[in-house]
């Protein structure tokens, strides 16, 4: 069993021994784990404005180095080198929170739906 993250959504994914989590809460929401372990390795900054949390509904790795994760708190989704925790980009919904979020081909190709009927695909 594993304590600490809020998972409200489809922000829960495994790639080798890494676990990567997205919690509904205002910081350190994005999170990479030792899935072997259970143990935290270690928050990833997720890029919020003033004003702004971050309450993430939506968590996936693209690949080995990079993560996308997007909720209510910005209403986008940010694409985010975990190991140097630098925003790679960021896809916007206008205004509506990020449900979901897949990517495919190796993090080529992102898609990011959320409420009133938005899908965005990058």
């Not at 790795?61 to 909720?71: E, L, P």
């Not at 209510?72 to 080198?81: E, K, L, Q, V």
């Not at 990517?103 to 938005?118: D, P, T």
Request: net charge negative.
């Amino acid at each position: 069993m594993m304590n600490g993250p809020h998972i409200c959504g489809p922000s829960l994914d495994i790639k080798g021994s890494k676990l990567l989590t997205g919690s509904w809460v205002p910081h350190d929401a994005l999170q990479l784990w030792d899935f072997r372990s259970l143990k935290l390795e270690k928050p990833i900054p997720f890029p919020v404005g003033s004003g702004q949390n971050e309450y993430l509904y939506a968590a996936r790795f693209c690949n080995s180095q990079v993560a996308i994760a997007g909720g209510s708190g910005t209403t986008s989704a940010h694409a985010i080198n975990y190991q140097t925790t630098q925003d790679l980009g960021e896809i916007e919904l206008g205004g509506n929170t990020v449900q979901t979020v897949e990517s495919a081909l190796g993090g080529q190709l992102v898609a990011v739906a959320g409420i009133g009927g938005n899908l965005h695909i990058a």
